[in-house]
């Protein structure tokens, strides 16, 4: 097995947070590992990426260029990647700043729209959509059990960043139940 994803956003949306937690579910999943990030000099608001490898085999290299699956935040990040996809890949993508309609390569990846800024206010964490996103690439693709990312949460966030664990949980739960729908045909009922 061998997953390779780029998480793609603006800067301060939680992007390489994601992706190092992320890299940190599939060490605690037995997994081998590799983490890159990616940021221009303008930090927040700027443009933001990392690629995440894991594999049940030693890993070679760190660089994708045609990577299995994306995460994307925002339209300028799935302009760049969406070409990029293998075809039949899989890419998550939120809805609230991108258009399903100004989807190009529709044909050739599977796409999972997911409202992840919305789910991520409905449980009063406006700022955390990208877990949103997370949990429902999780959910899809079932690269790492979600209990391997929680547990992560808890290593990433302990102790100095102790209030944020319980936001960063409940978010990411509810994106992996939205993935859970999609897998059953119910996306809706979101």
């Known amino acids: 097995m061998k997953f390779e994803v780029i998480l793609a956003g603006f800067g301060g949306q939680g992007i390489l947070f994601a992706g190092n937690l992320l890299a940190q579910a599939g060490m605690e999943a037995g997994l081998q590992v590799t983490f890159l990030p ?24 760190p660089v994708v260029t045609y990577p299995s699956a994306l995460l994307i935040m925002n339209q300028p990040s799935l302009d760049k990647f969406l070409p990029r996809l293998r075809p039949g890949g899989l890419a ?18 599977k796409l999972v729209f997911v409202p992840a800024d919305d789910l991520a206010e409905e ?43 319980e936001p960063n949980r409940k978010v990411f ?18």
């Open 92 to 109: 998550v993508v939120n809805s609230n700043l991108v258009s399903p309609e100004k989807v190009q390569e529709a044909s050739r990846a």
């Open 38 to 61: 990616v940021y221009g000099p303008e930090m927040r608001g700027g443009t933001c990426n990392c690629t995440v490898v894991l594999s049940d085999r030693e890993i070679a290299s």
């Open 123 to 165: 449980e009063g964490a406006p700022r955390l959509g990208t877990m949103a996103a997370l949990g429902a690439l999780v959910a899809v693709s079932e690269v790492v059990p979600p209990e391997k990312v929680l547990s992560g949460l808890k290593t990433l966030l302990f102790p100095e960043k102790k209030a944020f664990l």
């Open 173 to 190: 739960r509810r994106g992996w139940e939205f993935g859970q729908a999609y897998k059953l045909g119910e996306p809706s009922k979101f």
